[in-house]
T-cell receptor, first 112, second 119 residues
């Protein structure tokens, strides 16, 4: 699986949009970009995923650059409950073993 | 829908003792994963099952760790004997392989984890 690079930590004010970047310059054509988050003392939780088009769901938006070498997760109106570690992962979906390989993630702190 | 169930939530043992963790995945999920998460790090995959067969156990320290999923449903992860460096949260996750389902995102559903402290 391709490696990803994320900032170690970020801060964001409550009510503002939180933009979390991720670099995945060695991503393969059949690898998806997945985002998970882990709130303290809980297991990781799926947020969103995409292949090459931008995606939006009730939790977040995912913007993938045209060359697919980087992406940004956007939490449009961050709340205190969004404080968590956010993991950007690339993986093949639908072929063979589909393991998630977690990196260190970005520790996002939402400030009141 | 019931989530992934794990037990015990907390366990404290002394080094060289043994411990077992249990996981019951979401009903119908064919794939089950065990991850180890050391404090301050991201989760690391230990073993992945597809039904009752092992797909990937390349990161499992087989001299002391074992896992089974005999009937393709629930699973047990055992450590014997435990070392200090085994102190971690052990996370179980499951996923569905059914891509025909329109809502299948390939996501893994995680349990709350079992926190192990080895003294």
């Amino acid at each position: 699986d391709a490696k990803t690079t994320q900032p170690t930590s970020m801060d964001c004010a409550e009510g503002r949009a939180a933009n979390l970047p991720c670099n995945h310059s060695t991503i393969s054509g059949n690898e998806y970009v997945y985002w998970y988050r882990q709130i303290h003392s809980q297991g990781p939780q799926y947020i969103i995923h995409g292949l090459k088009n931008n995606e939006t769901n009730e939790m977040a938006s995912l913007i993938i650059t045209e060359d697919r070498k980087s992406s940004t997760l956007i939490l449009p109106h961050a709340t205190l409950r969004d404080t968590a570690v956010y993991y950007c992962i690339v993986r093949v979906w639908g072929q063979g073993a589909q393991k998630l390989v977690f990196g260190q993630g970005t520790r996002l702190t939402i400030n009141p | 829908e019931a989530g992934v169930a794990q037990s015990p939530r907390y366990k404290i043992i002394e080094k060289r003792q043994s411990v077992a963790f249990w996981c019951n995945p979401i009903s119908g999920h064919a794939t089950l994963y065990w991850y180890q998460q050391i404090l301050g790090q991201g989760p690391k995959l230990l073993i992945q099952f597809q039904n009752n067969g092992v797909v990937d156990d390349s990161q499992l320290p087989k001299d002391r760790f074992s896992a089974e999923r005999l009937k393709g449903v629930d699973s047990t992860l055992k450590i014997q004997p435990a070392k200090l460096e085994d102190s971690a949260v052990y996370l179980c996750a499951s996923s569905s392989q059914n891509r025909r389902a329109g809502t299948n995102t390939g996501e893994l559903f995680f349990g709350e984890g079992s926190r192990l402290t080895v003294l």
